[in-house]
């Protein structure tokens, strides 16, 4: 199928590590993204795995990635106010160019 | 500036009427996609065209009708709009990498659709 599902909604306090969880179902998965959504904006791009990577890490994000269960994370660390936004996943594979798959949203609110 | 950018932002407008979004990129990319985002935030393709040419078509509405003149722009034309086409319809592009395998796409800020 082409299924990649996330949790709608996380709830973390200012200050905290936030991870976002995404499964896929497609095994032939090359690219793997996180975007980001801003109320009233497009979609941003956070950043990007290879499939045939385990971890990225990017300043205050960090991706896992773990092929064998088909499971994806994005860790932002100490959560700030201005990370409050709906964070998305997305897969792309090599079988259908040009084609890239999108999560249903995660909407992250931060308490203070 | 280098972006993806569409027109118009905000666009209300009654059932049954024809209405267009327009999409430019000067990203220099050779591939542009429709997506529909819901109440719900759900973000669905389209269309996608590559250097002109129709390369995703998904089941879409056929009143629904992408045009591109060049590759650096992407219209939507809408006829007979209906309820259930209010959403935020959003243009991207991206260059594919080498393999056919799918870069990175770049949004443009959206299109909010309301039909009254």
């Known amino acids: 199928g082409e299924d990649v599902e996330q949790s709608l909604f996380l709830s973390v306090r200012e200050g905290d590590s936030s991870v976002i969880n995404c499964t896929y179902t497609?095994?032939?998965?090359?690219?793997l993204y996180w975007y980001k959504q801003e109320p009233g904006a497009g979609l941003q791009l956070l950043t990007y795995?290879?499939?045939?990577?385990d971890m990225k890490q990017d300043q205050r994000l960090t991706v896992l990635l773990n092929k064998k269960d088909k499971h994806l994370s994005l860790r932002i660390a100490d959560t700030q106010t201005g990370d409050s936004a709906i964070y998305f996943c997305a897969e792309s594979r090599y079988s259908s160019a040009s084609k890239i798959i999108f999560g249903s949203g995660t909407r992250l609110s931060i308490r203070p | 500036d280098t972006a993806v950018s569409q027109t118009p932002k905000y666009l209300v407008t009654q059932m049954g009427n024809d209405k267009s979004i327009k999409c430019e990129q000067n990203l220099g990319h050779d591939t542009m996609y429709w997506y529909k985002q819901d109440s719900k935030k759900f973000l669905k393709i389209m269309f996608s065209?590559?250097?002109?040419?129709?390369?995703i078509n998904e089941t879409v509405p056929n009143r629904f009708s992408p045009k591109s003149p060049d590759k650096a722009h992407l219209n939507l034309h809408i006829n007979s709009l209906e309820l259930g086409d209010s959403a935020v319809y959003f243009c991207?592009?991206?260059?594919?990498?080498?393999?056919?395998?799918?870069?990175?796409?770049?949004f443009g800020p959206g299109t909010r659709l309301t039909v009254l």
């Open positions: 991207a592009s991206s260059r594919p990498k080498a393999g056919g395998v799918a870069d990175t796409q770049y």
């Open positions: 497609d095994s032939s998965s090359t690219y």
């Open positions: 795995i290879f499939s045939n990577m």
């Open positions: 065209y590559n250097n002109k040419e129709l390369i």
